[in-house]
């Protein structure tokens, strides 16, 4: 069982920055991959970015990309989602998520494929 923590979010506006944390407790959370998914209202939830168990391998959604950096910090048992020159379509729940799944480099941007979840942290961007 893991648990995982989310923290960090608010209000920003547009073109500034926010650092969100994910923080796992439980079994050795060094070894998921975890991922950033987010949800705005009314929409689907969707990937954001993610980070395989090592952190040699990150991967971005299109919208994200050059933007947003995740990073892992296991000594700490934390992942990272630094967020920069955000826009107001950035304004979403962020839900951070571990995924123990082998092929977790074909899969890492299926929800259903992440085992444990956060209960998400909000971020709103305003113009």
């Known amino acids: 069982q893991v648990q995982l923590v989310e923290s960090g979010g608010g209000s920003v506006q547009a073109g500034g920055s926010l650092r969100l944390s994910c923080v796992a407790s439980g079994r050795t959370s060094s070894d998921y991959g975890v991922g950033w998914f987010r949800q705005a209202p009314g929409k689907e939830r969707e990937f954001v970015t993610a980070i395989s168990s090592g952190g040699s391998n990150t991967y971005y959604s299109d919208s994200v990309k050059g933007r947003f950096t995740i990073s892992r910090e296991d000594a700490k048992n934390t992942v990272y989602l630094q967020m920069s020159s955000v826009k107001p379509e950035d304004t979403a729940v962020y839900y951070c998520?571990?995924?123990?799944?082998?092929?977790?480099?074909?899969?890492?941007?299926?929800?259903?494929?992440?085992?444990?979840w956060g209960q998400g942290t909000q971020v709103t961007v305003s113009s």
């Open positions: 998520a571990a995924s123990n799944s082998l092929f977790f480099r074909i899969h890492y941007g299926l929800d259903n494929k992440y085992k444990y």
